[in-house]
DNA sequence: CTGAATTTTCAGTAATTACTGAAAATTGTA
DNA sequence: TACAATTTTCAGTAATTACTGAAAATTCAG
């Protein structure tokens, strides 16, 4: 497993920012190497090529399959796990979409919610109310959303995105449209 | 400055959930505090509601600001400073989408440029372009679409929002716009 | 300009998180 | 079933990140 000059300032970039997402450095090195590699990957070359220990290597695919982002893979006669990501790039876009939601949206709506079905105890908590109440309804679109984009197939999700500036002008399409 | 049991379990809440984002603990439930208390507070404020230290809240502060996410206020007669956040829940999210890209996708779509422009030194160098091209597609499209965002005032944004499990069908519609 | 009020900085320390090596557990083949 | 190959776990330690108090810097009223 060796590791070219590209590969290695890639695979560095993405431990820096690993960090700056919810994962760490390693596992952002990790995934990295995976992706780029063309090949599934053993746990040993990761170990090698990364130049980590070998059971921090058996702790990150813990984590990266808690997050759905590798396939596993046997080779016959050779009793190893080897590991790949998607090839399809929406796949592990819409992917990191979903998990990002259970981690970052989902508990939060909860307690949001019961946050609401409390009796304010004063003018103070009315207040916390209203504002709960705004952060409860754009947080519950955008889990509207995360669910759309998460069964919308790859092509559909990419003429989507596609659309990029064209935003507004769809919406206005919409109003046509819904006038009919 | 009295916070109310409500208000404490959303503060812990975000607290926790800070640390899940790119932001700490402290900073998430300093957040939650300005963002759920009517009035613009000061530092000791602050400093006193989450027995924290003042130097503490200074450099929560400075990192709120670099993010654009707290309004400052000025009292007659009064020598502090005090915070507040936006009381429009978009105008937050747009600043928190804004900042997020800055952070978590402009200087990865750089270090992808680079790896573009070089020569691939062999074929695991090919490979690792054609994954790089991928994600740096993907990545420009949410990059675009996120400025789009940026630009929408909050009323559009609710609107987009609120298309909600309608999405697919927009796309449709665009469709049908498109061929006339 | 002076000095009290306030904010910021920063070196030291505490708390948290990440990583390792050794040992235990699991897997699969003979 | 026995045992070698492989993976996982986990206690200890290293590295990183967060927090504090004291001191320095800034601000502004008189």
């Known amino acids: 497993m060796i590791i070219t000059p590209m590969q290695q300032s890639l695979i560095s970039h993405f431990g820096e920012m690993g960090s700056r ?15 780029l590699t063309e090949e599934p990957l053993n746990a040993d070359q990761i170990s090698d090529a990364l130049l980590i220990s070998r059971s921090n290597v058996s702790m990150g695919i813990k984590e990266l399959k808690s997050w759905n982002l590798i396939k596993l893979h046997h080779i016959p006669g050779d009793r190893k796990e080897y590991f790949s990501a998607p090839k399809d790039i929406w796949e592990i876009a819409r992917t990191l979409i979903i998990e990002r939601r259970k981690r970052e ?25 209203q504002r709960v109440q705004d952060m409860h309804d754009l947080m519950e679109m955008v889990t509207i959303w995360s669910t759309e984009l998460q069964n919308m197939s790859s ?8 659309l990029g500036s064209g935003v507004g002008k769809i919406l206005d399409a919409k109003e046509k449209f819904l006038k009919k």
Chains 1, 2 share one sequence.
């Open 21 to 35: 997402w919810g994962l760490n450095r390693t596992l952002g090195q990790m995934y990295a190497l995976i992706v």
């Open 105 to 129: 949206l989902d508990p939060t709506l909860s307690t949001f919610r019961d946050a609401l079905l409390q009796d304010p105890a004063n003018e103070a908590d009315k207040y916390t109310q």
């Open 155 to 162: 092509d559909k999700l990419s003429t989507l995105l596609k």
